[in-house]
């Protein structure tokens, strides 16, 4: 197919699978339910900073919807993550295995804690990281010494594995955890995209030690901004809660705190508008698993390309539709987005793999052919709750 012809069948099925001419933008939040009612209620309690009954409530319903023990409420995903990656033991020096293709957060939250990204390769089916490709590395780069896992190379300890779950589609966690076991890594999830998503009925985010969560205004549910720790260990929780709120020790009065920690608690005004998005994922979940199918049925005609669909054993939440370029259609990337913008359709391509960023240049990694493929071949669509 000449390359404006397919630009312009991508179009056509976008138009199609969408029922709509654009302006459709990639991503907005639905309020429809009952915000207005809850924020109201923050505002009237004057409740609206970082205590209050919204964030118990919040920090509870999260608590049984993805089956974790224990959940602290944050002021954003990626300070989740980070302080998810502090109590889970990751110190000054050492390195943590993070995907390529991921948002910048994933490498950014280790980076804040004087810790080292070292990117893995993921795989073409759940755009996760590849567990065999990663067990293959290890073995070759890094060797187990008294102190843990060491890099040959830097001479750093490798400390942790952060799966990250692309898009709502659940990584191949079982086998991820496996290879964490073998050569003693602890893992601590990157769920921020992946609130609703399941693999073999357990929630993603609830498989490694610590999991964490994002609720930015772009993804499933939102706060506004915030984000959640999920683990089922009674210490590292209470300690993550510490230090998110300044390692303050409780008292009426006096301020001591007994370690130098964070303000990342999320405030009470922002769990409001959390505990009424909740109360709605039950729908924003079909109505993206809708939009997958009609996405799916529009362009299952064009050869050069397929709609990213869930993994075996997983059930995903759809989050971000996703098309993949197929060999004859990733040539095309740069004129299919400017061609879908153009028609008023809010597509983006998948990020810049971290390591091609000026920023994470230098840093430690395995070889990466599975990322450079798929960061040509993939673009997010519309995929809003409520357009199916
Ligand atoms: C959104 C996101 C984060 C960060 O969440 P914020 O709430 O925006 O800080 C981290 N990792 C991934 C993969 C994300 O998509």
Redo the contacts with the bound molecule.
């Keep these: 197919m000449p390359k404006s012809e397919l630009t312009k069948a991508i179009i056509d099925a976008t138009r199609e699978a969408l029922n709509a001419e654009g302006p459709v933008p990639l991503h907005v939040p639905f309020l429809n339910g009952s915000e207005a009612r809850c924020l109201g209620e923050a505002v009237e309690s004057t409740f609206v900073s970082s205590v209050g009954p919204f964030v118990d409530r919040f920090e509870a319903e999260l608590g049984s919807l993805t089956g974790a023990r224990r959940v602290v409420a944050t002021s954003?995903?990626?300070?989740?993550?980070q302080l998810a990656l502090r109590v889970a033991g990751v110190r000054r020096g050492d390195e943590v295995l993070v995907p390529s293709l991921?948002?910048v957060?994933?490498a950014n939250?280790v980076s804040y804690l004087g810790a080292f990204p070292h990117f893995v390769d993921v795989e073409e089916t759940t755009l996760g990281i590849d567990p065999k490709a990663l067990r293959r590395w290890l073995v070759f780069a890094s060797e187990m010494t008294d102190e843990g896992l060491r890099n040959k190379t830097t001479g750093r300890m490798i400390r942790a594995l952060v799966p990250?779950h692309?898009f709502g589609h659940p990584s191949r966690i079982e086998s991820l955890c496996e290879v964490a076991r073998e050569f003693s890594l602890v893992v601590v999830e990157?769920a921020?995209?992946s609130l609703g998503s399941t693999y073999k009925e357990k929630h993603t985010g609830t498989f490694g030690l610590l999991g964490?969560v994002?609720?930015?205004g772009?993804?499933i549910v939102t706060t506004g901004?915030?984000?959640a720790i999920l683990t089922d260990d009674d210490a590292l929780a209470d300690r993550a809660k510490h230090l998110s709120t300044t390692a303050k020790k409780a008292h009426s009065w006096e301020y001591i705190h007994d370690e130098i920690g964070y303000n990342f608690r999320m405030p009470n005004i922002n769990a409001a508008l959390g505990v009424a998005q909740l109360g709605q994922l039950p729908d924003f979940l079909s109505s993206k698993r809708a939009l997958a199918d009609k996405y799916r049925a529009a362009f299952d005609g064009i050869d050069a390309v397929s709609i990213v669909t869930e993994p075996t054993h997983s059930r995903s939440n759809y989050w971000l539709q996703t098309l993949r370029l197929k060999e004859g259609g990733a040539p095309y990337l740069d004129e299919i987005l400017e061609g879908l913008n153009a028609a008023g359709f809010g597509a983006r391509p998948v990020w810049r793999p971290l390591h091609t960023l000026e920023i994470y240049e230098t840093a430690s990694r395995a070889p990466l052919p599975v990322t450079e493929k798929l960061g040509r071949a993939l673009i997010n669509l519309p995929s809003s709750a409520g357009l199916a």
């Design positions: 954003s995903g990626t300070s989740a993550l991921t948002f957060a994933t939250a990250m692309t990157d921020a995209e964490a994002s609720f930015n772009n993804k901004g915030g984000g």
